[in-house]
T-cell receptor
Framework: AQTVTQSQPEMSVQEAETVTLSCTYD???????LFWYKQPPSRQMILVIR??????QNATENRFSVNFQKAAKSFSLKISDSQLGDAAMYFC????????????FGQGTTLQVKP | ETGVTQSPTHLIKTRGQQVTLRCSSQ?????VSWYQQALGQGPQFIFQ???????GRGNFPPRFSGLQFPNYSSELNVNALELDDSALYLC???????????FGSGTRLTVV
């Protein structure tokens, strides 16, 4: 069975600084998708970034980028130039390529952004 | 597009009762997934529906059941409520199973 682990329950960053959130996962499959979702107090899960395992290039979306280490089964999220609006709970998630609606989530990391 | 809407936003029920949670997806979204998120935890997959048929289930007992309707709405039903069923219930829908999913804002269920 696949598992996703986030070992940092809470992180904090100063506004405009950079922060990295960690995620490790376990799977015996060679092809899969990895995601980072943001959940603000509004509770709606918002997709931040997605990485396909077959792609060696790390995904980037504006200020958000990932460091995907397939052999190490590590998938960290880097947030550059942190903004107050980035404060939220962040979840790492895994899915098979054929079904992105069946997500396996980590426990989450609460990110605090200090002005 | 009108997004994914869940109702009600909050609900309090008594142990042993039954509850129905609703999700209204965007037009054309043929698949919907439901998740249970306990306080301070990541969401756990309950089940998925595709074109009105169940298409996969997580580790939840049969008292958790669902329906998907032709008008792109869906329901999550929970019978014989237990205190541990208190959680945020999220639905997420998509055009097709392998596409990106849009989440609703959830229903906060409290069982007393």
């Amino acid at each position: 069975a696949q598992t996703v682990t986030q070992s940092q329950p809470e992180m904090s960053v100063q506004e405009a600084e950079t922060v990295t959130l960690s995620c490790t996962y376990d799977t015996s499959e060679s092809d899969y998708y990895l995601f980072w979702y943001k959940q603000p107090p509004s509770r709606q899960m918002i997709l931040v970034i997605r990485q396909e395992a077959y792609k060696q290039q790390n995904a980037t979306e504006n200020r958000f980028s990932v460091n995907f280490q397939k052999a190490a089964k590590s998938f960290s999220l880097k947030i550059s130039d942190s903004q107050l609006g980035d404060a939220a709970m962040y979840f790492c998630a895994y899915s098979r390529p054929g079904n992105t609606g069946k997500l396996i989530f980590g426990q989450g990391t609460t990110l605090q952004v200090k002005p | 597009e009108t997004g994914v809407t869940q109702s009600p936003t909050h609900l309090i029920k008594t142990r042993g009762q039954q509850v129905t949670l609703r999700c209204s997806s965007q037009s054309g979204h043929n698949t919907v997934s439901w998740y249970q998120q306990a306080l301070g935890q990541g969401p756990q997959f309950i089940f998925q529906y595709y074109r009105e048929e169940e298409n996969g289930r997580g580790n939840f007992p049969p008292r958790f059941s669902g329906l998907q309707f032709p008008n792109y709405s869906s329901e999550l039903n929970v019978n014989a409520l237990e205190l541990d069923d208190s959680a945020l219930y999220l639905c997420a829908s998509s055009l097709e199973i392998g596409y990106g999913y849009t989440f609703g804002s959830g229903t906060r269920l409290t069982v007393v």
